[in-house]
């Protein structure tokens, strides 16, 4: 393992340009968890929230993903709080579209005016002037797509968004906000227990879209004692990190997001980027697989709407 591995193990997943022209290691860091309780308020150990942000950088992460629900815009602040001045290479994607009226309430929310307030105050939170990936965190289905994606359009004309991205939707709905504006990344739930979103996968790869799937580590019963995840464990791999790794060979387009909000787990997590897989293992993980409505919903997630839980 050379030096630069063993002090920044993120560059060990290999990188992926988002656009063509905003290149990114591809293990990041997902800000979901540095909030409070139900993804509302502060976390409990604040400085400890900083002091993950500022080691996933030192790790060789370049990617953080974040979004203005988160706190509602908890997760933003401590993101400025820790880290700016931002490192060059350091590639900040947030998401709007769903609205937080009260803990434990996700409402969708796609009218134009509104992308456009949580765009700005974005901005402010997070101390740029633009946005580097900025992604619609859920298609309102109340407002048509065209004027949710053309907000974004205009917004991106205006300098203010470089890229724009979405979250949770079909091959249908990609396909059409392709024809509206330039799609980079989409992000819809994917990992070893679920793989409802294989279609979505399969689009993006052929089309060079970052494919970002949120609750990454997702294992459920497949590393329970005796399971499938338990036989395959290795001295240097732990189930997650053996689930981790299988995302980063799965596709060149994947970019797993873990997130946690401790320093500890964030370099257990990160460390899955140095772990190579034989042919052998990888093909024993690809025919490990519940159904989609079984492990991948398991988790503390599970207890939050499913609008929320990337």
């Given amino acids: 393992m050379s030096a630069e591995t063993q002090s920044r193990p993120a560059a060990a997943s290999g990188t992926f340009a988002l656009g063509g022209d905003l290149p990114v290691t591809r293990l990041g860091y997902g800000a979901m968890q540095l909030t409070g309780d139900g993804v509302w308020g502060d976390p409990k150990d604040p400085d400890e929230a900083v002091r993950v942000l500022r080691r996933a950088v030192e790790l060789g992460i370049t990617l953080i993903d974040t979004a203005d629900s988160y706190g509602p815009f908890v997760s933003e602040t401590l993101i400025r709080q820790a880290l700016h001045p931002y490192p060059d290479d350091l590639v900040i994607a947030t998401k709007a579209g769903l609205a937080r009226p009260r803990p434990g309430e996700w409402v969708p929310i ?48 205006e300098g203010k968004i470089r890229h724009i991205g979405l979250s949770e939707v079909t091959v249908a709905q990609l396909d059409k906000a392709r024809k509206i504006a330039d799609i980079v990344s989409v992000q819809n739930q994917y990992n070893l227990a679920n793989r409802s979103a294989e279609d979505v996968l399969e689009y993006a790869e052929a089309n060079n879209i970052a494919f970002i799937p949120w609750f990454p580590m997702a294992t459920g019963d497949l590393a329970r004692p005796g399971g499938p995840l338990d036989s395959l464990t290795r001295e240097d791999a732990s189930p997650s990190q053996l689930a981790l790794a ?8 994947i970019l797993p997001i873990p997130g946690t909000s401790s320093v500890a787990h964030l370099e257990e997590n990160t460390a899955a980027a140095t772990i190579t897989l034989t042919d052998d293992e990888f093909a024993a993980l690809s025919a490990v697989s519940t159904p989609a409505s079984g492990g991948g919903g398991r988790g503390w997630r599970s207890l939050l709407p499913k609008a929320s839980r990337s």
Avoid: K, M, N, T
Wanted: charged fraction near 25%.
């Fill in 246 to 253: 299988w995302l980063l060979r799965r596709s060149p387009v």
């Fill in 110 to 157: 796609g009218r134009p005016e509104y992308l456009r307030q949580q765009l700005e105050l974005s901005l402010r939170h997070l101390g740029v002037d633009r946005i580097d990936v900025f992604q619609l965190h859920r298609i309102d289905p109340q407002v048509p797509l065209a004027d949710q994606l053309g907000e974004l359009a205009s917004l991106q004309q």
